[in-house]
């Protein structure tokens, strides 16, 4: 089994940033790609940005400038800025690993507000 913790977020101001982390742990070598998807209330889970096994990067058109992914690969463990929030931008944003099955965290809150 593969465990995914995320962390950071909380309440950020438009405009302002904010660093996620997710720390795999447990099986990790079954890890092949991961991603982070995020999920605002009423819409389906949307993924952000991909990284494969070999530690490419590749992210979503609509947050490219943005967002900023880095990647330890040896650990399998990622980290996202999150740059220039805007209100729509609050989600819950969840860590995603696909090896023997498709693992995910129990996500962490982004809040963009006032």
């Known amino acids: 089994q593969v465990q995914l913790v995320e962390s950071g977020g909380g309440l950020v101001r438009p405009g302002g940033s904010a660093e996620l982390s997710c720390q795999a742990s447990?099986?990790?070598?079954?890890?092949?790609?991961m991603a982070w998807y995020r999920q605002t209330p009423g819409q389906q889970r949307e993924r952000v940005v991909l990284?494969?096994?070999?530690?490419?990067?590749n992210y979503e058109d609509y947050v490219k400038d943005r967002f900023n992914a880095s990647v330890d690969i040896v650990r399998r463990t990622l980290n996202l800025q999150v740059n220039n929030l805007k209100l729509e931008n609050t989600a819950v944003y969840y860590c995603?690993?696909?090896?023997?099955?498709?693992?995910w965290g129990e996500g962490t809150q982004i809040t963009v507000s006032s």
């Open positions: 995603n690993a696909n090896g023997t099955y498709r693992y």
């Open positions: 447990g099986m990790i070598f079954v890890i092949g790609n």
């Open positions: 990284i494969s096994k070999g530690g490419n990067i």
